[in-house]
């Protein structure tokens, strides 16, 4: 198994039991869900009947984003961190750590950067349980189908740790 944390705060922002892509070689998108939760539940895996999941959200239950609970982070919503600052500290890490890889992290960067910028109104933004605003600024946005969510994370932000 495979733990991601911000290379630029010490945060674990997800893990590999989620569905895992890159995109690029810049990003990772990580698959997520909704699910409910409600204290005092264990979930085991097993799909709630209709009737049970009606239920469970009549006695204060809530809708959570799977990935979220792991990233036990506010909303955060910078147009300057996400765009212009943390790409720049990742460009400063990756100069001590990887410097042969500045030149296709800077160019990639621009290129993500753009997209974001196009679409920038549909993205939810969090950052990781310290609250360091330092730190990985996770992108949530939905699929083409509005409905299936991700998370976007800068590749050359994160260092795997296995487990």
Not at 73 to 94: C, G, I
Not at 99 to 104: E, F, K, L, N, T
Not at 137 to 144: C, G, H, M, P
């Amino acid at each position: 198994m495979l733990l991601y944390e911000d290379i630029l705060t010490g945060d674990e922002m997800f893990s590999d039991a989620f569905p895992v892509k890159v995109v690029d070689d810049i990003v990772y998108e990580v698959e997520c869900a909704m699910i409910t939760i409600k204290e005092g539940d264990v979930d085991i895996g097993a799909n709630p009947s209709q009737e049970e999941q009606e239920e469970a959200l009549e006695e204060g239950a809530q809708q959570v984003n799977n990935v979220v609970p792991l990233l036990p982070a506010p909303e955060y919503y910078v147009r300057q961190k996400v765009l212009l600052d943390l790409p720049q500290a990742v460009k400063a890490k990756l100069a001590e750590t990887n410097p042969d890889r500045v030149g296709a992290f800077e160019t990639g960067a621009q290129g993500f950067a753009k997209k974001v910028v196009a679409n920038f109104k549909d993205y939810e933004f969090y950052i990781g349980e310290n609250m360091n605003p330092e730190g990985m600024v996770a992108l949530l946005n939905y699929r083409e189908d509005g409905i299936t969510p991700y998370f976007t994370f800068w590749k050359d932000g994160l260092k795997e740790i296995k487990l």
